[in-house]
């Protein structure tokens, strides 16, 4: 096997391990949101949209596929099978461009997206106030701990102060309100979100190359290993052809 065709077999088998520990990553995040004691109180959320479970749901699909590819991939890899090969790259594809796809729409869209999410806050807000649920002072916390933000009021808040980040007297008056923080972290923001997801579909055509490389270089392989056993064989072959008109002759 030449450099070009070990370094590439070495990288997609590196690259299937850390696809495979993002993608059962995904898929352990995707439950812990939806069965957690923690985060359970996000489907008893009375809201006019499903966007939160369909998110949940996609986040658990992305992972399963991801897991699936990542093995199709590793079993090429070190079985040296074009066709597993030929899967692995095929899938590949169609997640790069999905990869590409979903990172300029969420550039494109990340102003309609922060609403959304500022519009969630707000409902699971106005929604605490009337029920005190537990689930929904959990799934407060988590908002107000993720984006650094206390309610509606942000310094004086006082209906769900009990749910906002711990923090002395100075840090509790300086909190902002979660709505605006929410709109303004996704806006600027985006530009590395944009990156952040060019830049893994760019690895990901790395090893769709690498797959391609190294898939010829098996055919290469079975091509040269069919002609040296077929030069190997001739000589056997006309040695057989040399010996029968001699032994008609002694005949």
């Known amino acids: 096997m030449d450099g070009c065709a070990q370094l590439c077999k070495c990288f997609l088998i590196l690259f299937n391990i850390l696809f495979a520990l993002v993608g059962l990553a995904l898929v352990s995040l995707g439950m812990w949101l939806r069965f957690g004691a923690d985060t359970r109180g996000f489907f008893d959320i009375d809201l006019k949209t499903a966007q939160f ?35 692995f790259s095929g899938l590949l594809s169609i997640l790069i461009m999905i990869e590409i796809s979903a990172g300029v729409l969420a550039f494109m869209m990340s102003g309609k997206v922060s609403e959304e999410v500022a ?51 100075f840090q509790q008056l300086t909190f902002p309100s979660c709505p605006s923080e929410i709109q303004d972290m996704f806006k600027s923001s985006a530009p590395m979100v944009l990156g952040g ?55």
């Open 197 to 251: 997801f060019l830049g893994t579909a760019g690895i990901m055509m790395l090893a769709l190359v690498c797959s391609v490389v190294f898939s010829r270089h098996i055919s290469q392989s079975r091509a040269t290993s069919a002609a040296y056993v077929l030069l190997t064989n001739q000589p056997s072959v006309l040695l057989h052809h040399a010996h029968v008109p001699h032994a008609a002759q002694q005949i």
């Open 53 to 87: 479970t369909i998110g949940v749901a996609v986040l658990v699909v992305t992972g399963a596929l991801m897991l699936l590819v990542a093995i199709i991939g590793d079993c090429g890899a070190c079985n040296h099978s074009k066709s597993a090969l030929g899967v």
């Open 119 to 169: 519009n969630f806050y707000a409902t699971i807000y106005a929604q605490y106030l009337n029920t005190r649920s537990p689930g929904q002072a959990m799934t407060l916390k988590l908002f107000h701990n993720a984006f650094g933000c206390c309610g509606i009021g942000g310094p004086i808040e006082v209906f769900v102060r009990d749910t906002c980040p711990e923090g002395n007297i």
